[in-house]
T-cell receptor, first 118, second 111 residues
Framework: GAVVSQHPSWVICKSGTSVKIECRSL??????MFWYRQFPKQSLMLMAT?????????EQGVEKDKFLINHASLTLSTLTVTSAHPEDSSFYIC??????????????FGAGSRLTVL | GEDVEQSLFLSVREGDSSVINCTYTDSSSTYLYWYKQEPGAGLQLLTY?????DMKQDQRLTVLLNKKDKHLSLRIADTQTGDSAIYFCAERVSGNTPLVFGKGTRLSVIA
């Protein structure tokens, strides 16, 4: 089945540095990928929609200069957290839309990346 | 607007049935989904139901959809300790819109 691979799964960085998270579709092409941020109280917040070959679409309240998204190929989208601060510490999850064998469009998720900013 | 609501916690005994409920506000939702998240992991699709269906069963999972009340439920029969996780309800309004997720229900299974 369709697999989304996310890397790294866990990263610790110093405040002020930038961190890149990769999201790859392993056995399918993904023209669109979605980046979510999950807060400690469980809720999942859509940050942006990553579009291959064009600019990402950011949700309201998400700083595009802070969270840089690049979707350079049909199998890779990256999220770069620039000048990270402790409040950026979170669990970031990417996903891609795939067609289920039954015909429905479903989201397949990566395993997530835990970012801790010291 | 789109909004999906779920209760945050549910605790059941092993072997009992679990019922996780979800309400949504957008009557034009086309598909409704249930995802499972185990600790430290991403979300795994459990099942989904198309809006013109009332019920869908898949082994131990039964999804009920009441479109009139905009209510979706997930029943897990013979709940096992391995079912302990967070369960997210999500809706899709149209083919190109992102999914809207509820806050998730944390299911705890007591042995």
């Amino acid at each position: 089945g369709a697999v989304v691979s996310q890397h790294p799964s866990w990263v610790i960085c110093k405040s002020g540095t930038s961190v890149k998270i990769e999201c790859r579709s392993l056995d399918f092409q993904a023209t669109t990928m979605f980046w979510y941020r999950q807060f400690p109280k469980q809720s999942l917040m859509l940050m942006a929609t990553s579009n291959e070959g064009s600019k990402a679409t950011y949700e309201q309240g998400v700083e595009k200069d802070k969270f840089l998204i690049n979707h350079a190929s049909l199998t890779l989208s990256t999220l770069t957290v620039t000048s990270a601060h402790p409040e950026d510490s979170s669990f970031y999850i990417c996903s891609a839309r795939v067609r289920h064998p039954s015909g429905a469009n479903v989201l397949t998720f990566g395993a997530g990346s835990r970012l801790t900013v010291l | 607007g789109e909004d999906v609501e779920q209760s945050l916690f549910l605790s059941v005994r092993e072997g009992d049935s679990s019922v996780i409920n979800c309400t949504y506000t957008d009557s034009s939702s086309t598909y409704l989904y249930w995802y499972k998240q185990e600790p430290g992991a991403g979300l795994q699709l459990l099942t989904y139901i198309f809006s013109n269906m009332d019920m869908k069963q898949d082994q131990r999972l039964t999804v009920l959809l009441n479109k009139k009340d905009k209510h979706l439920s997930l029943r897990i029969a013979d709940t096992q300790t391995g079912d302990s996780a967070i369960y997210f309800c999500a809706e899709r309004v149209s083919g190109n819109t992102p999914l809207v997720f509820g806050k998730g229900t944390r299911l705890s299974v007591i042995a």
